[in-house]
């Protein structure tokens, strides 16, 4: 039998190579990721979440998508490739991939650069 981490970590691997896609996870997974990576432990599971059976599998993914990339093609592309990856890697039929874009990274502030907004003073 296949265990549910393998899967999820195939699934997210797939996942992470479809372009567009910027990061698994929501704001608070992605954080403890961040702090994971900083003492040496990568996190391949965030954002993923895999249920398995004798010789069928269903997975979830949460991601970030890239901004300007349109939202419902990223997420046909990512559930085509999971399901693909996971079937060809594991065998398992894959009954199900359900993909949810929590939120859209516009991009880091530029070092130097004024807010916009109202100031206060």
Not at 58 to 78: C, M, N, R
């Amino acid at each position: 039998m296949v265990h549910e981490a393998a899967v999820a970590k195939v699934a997210g691997a797939a996942a992470r190579e479809v372009p567009g896609v910027h990061s698994l996870g929501t704001a608070p997974s992605r954080a403890l990721g961040a702090l994971r990576d900083a003492v040496g432990q990568s996190d391949h599971l965030s954002g993923v979440r895999a249920e398995v059976g004798q010789t069928q599998a269903a997975v979830d993914i949460t991601l970030v998508a890239a901004y300007g990339v349109p939202l419902q093609a990223l997420a046909d592309s990512v559930r085509a490739a999971v399901y693909r990856a996971v079937e060809e890697l594991t065998g398992l039929t894959v009954i199900e991939v359900n993909v949810e874009i929590a939120d859209v990274f516009i991009g880091e502030p530029r070092q130097g650069a004024k807010p916009s907004g109202i100031e206060v003073q």
